[in-house]
């Protein structure tokens, strides 16, 4: 069964993630290649999908879905 695409992130979620990502930058930029690192940092990405998930009316956001439109954000320059 194929998986039904993501809906647009809003323009308010966008800034609501880069400060999500400001607030929590420093479990997100856990350094290291173990498994505890790892997990750190999933947790980070998590309270930020949470804070965003709080915020907004909108669909509900993965840990995952949120990294990775932190990363096309910083890939296109914009927000």
């Not at 856990?30 to 998930?53: E, F, Y």
Request: no cysteine; glycine share 6%.
């Amino acid at each position: 069964m194929a998986k039904e695409r993501a809906q647009f992130f809003s323009q308010a979620e966008q800034e609501l993630l880069m400060e999500g990502y400001a607030e929590f930058e420093s479990l997100i930029k856990t350094t290291g290649n173990t498994s505890k690192s790892a997990k750190a940092r999933r947790v980070g990405w998590q309270k930020v999908a949470d804070k965003l998930n709080a915020a907004t009316t909108g669909p509900t956001r993965t840990w995952e879905q949120v990294k990775v439109k932190y990363e096309n954000i910083l890939q296109n320059g914009s927000l």
